[in-house]
């Protein structure tokens, strides 16, 4: 059965700093590029970050750039969000995803909140 679970958000205050993790199982992980996405309330889902099977990184939107940072542990089945200088605007649900080809997989979410 593949599972993607999310983990580590949560209120911060603006300036302030998260880190999400994904734990995926149920297929094999290291033939997969990982995404993080996020959605606000009222927009579309937009991509975060990708880093592929053979370890490249994107960094999306350019508002992220500089301060997400995507990393895997393909030991662990693990991928990992970095995320500093947060900001209200980063409010969103981010939904960890798992691609390869015609498999796509996805998490349930979890809420980062960035408010004073």
């Known amino acids: 059965q593949v599972q993607l679970v999310e983990s580590g958000g949560g209120l911060v205050h603006p300036g302030g700093s998260l880190n999400l993790s994904c734990a995926a199982s149920?297929?094999?992980?290291?033939?997969?590029?990982m995404s993080w996405y996020r959605q606000a309330p009222g927009k579309e889902r937009e991509l975060v970050a990708r880093?592929?099977?053979?370890?490249?990184?994107?960094v999306f939107p350019d508002s992220a750039k500089g301060r997400f940072t995507i990393s895997r542990d393909n030991g662990k089945n693990m991928v990992y969000l970095q995320m500093i200088t947060l900001k209200p605007e980063d409010t969103a649900v981010y939904y960890c995803?798992?691609?390869?080809?015609?498999?796509?997989?996805w998490g349930q979410g979890t809420q980062v909140t960035v408010s004073s």
């Open positions: 995803n798992a691609n390869f080809g015609q498999y796509d997989y």
């Open positions: 149920g297929f094999h992980f290291v033939n997969y590029d």
């Open positions: 880093i592929y099977n053979f370890g490249g990184r994107i």
